[in-house]
């Protein structure tokens, strides 16, 4: 069974300490990873799309990497205003479905 | 209006009522999505229409019944609803949903069920 387990579930940081977000996942066959970044009361906001290992993106403060088994969000130097939950979800190939993990809630202390 | 446009954006009903959920795309897309997110759970997929015909339905009651009266718009018609029915629910569109394409998501509806 496909599967998506995001770590840890809550992370508090202090502006300005870098840390990285994990998501592992369980795929027959991983078409496309995808981070998105979400605040409380909105929708989902796209932020990255991996296709294969060893591939990496970056936006801002955050720089996404993907390996065969999981992905990294990591966060540099964070701003208060990066505070929010960011989660993972994967796609197969053959599969119209995309599969979300719990998220990790993000709070950046100023 | 620009991207995905949800409403209303907040709703409280009782288990007897009928009402509807609305999505409006305005991104040109041929993909549009139904997602339950509930407290401390993954988001839940639950419908999804591709050039408006259903392609995917993750076995959800029948108390919902999805609607997609053209690539634009995608309604959730909602009747005898429980009250662990409550969460957001949310819309999302794709360009493709065979293809690994970005869904853009909506800002929900947050249905609480009394």
């Known amino acids: 069974e496909d599967q998506v387990t995001q770590s840890p579930e809550a992370l508090r940081l202090q502006e300005g300490e870098s840390s990285s977000l994990n998501c592992s996942y369980t795929v027959s066959g991983l078409r496309g990873l995808f981070w998105y970044r979400q605040d409380p009361g909105k929708g989902p906001e796209f932020l990255f799309t991996l296709y294969s290992a060893g591939e990496e993106k970056e936006k801002e403060r955050l720089k996404a990497t993907l390996t065969k088994k999981e992905s990294f969000l990591h966060i540099t130097a964070p701003k208060p205003e990066d505070s929010a939950t960011y989660l993972c979800?994967?796609?197969?190939?053959?599969?119209?479905?995309?599969?979300f993990g719990k998220g990790t809630r993000l709070h950046i202390l100023p | 209006e620009t991207g995905v446009t949800q409403t209303p954006r907040h709703l409280v009903m009782g288990m007897t009522n009928k009402k509807s959920l609305k999505c409006e795309q305005h991104?040109?897309?041929?993909?549009m999505y139904w997602y339950k997110q509930s407290a401390k759970k993954p988001l839940e997929l639950m419908f999804v229409y591709s050039l408006e015909e259903r392609v995917e339905n993750n076995s959800v009651p029948s108390r919902f019944s999805p609607e997609c009266p053209n690539s634009s718009h995608l309604f959730l018609h909602l009747h005898t609803l429980q009250p662990e029915d409550s969460a957001l629910y949310l819309c999302?569109?794709?360009?493709?949903?065979?293809?690994?394409?970005?869904?853009?998501f909506g800002p929900g509806t947050r249905l609480t069920v009394l």
């Open positions: 999302a569109s794709s360009q493709d949903p065979g293809l690994t394409d970005t869904q853009y």
């Open positions: 979800a994967v796609q197969a190939f053959g599969d119209d479905k995309i599969i």
């Open positions: 991104l040109g897309h041929n993909a």
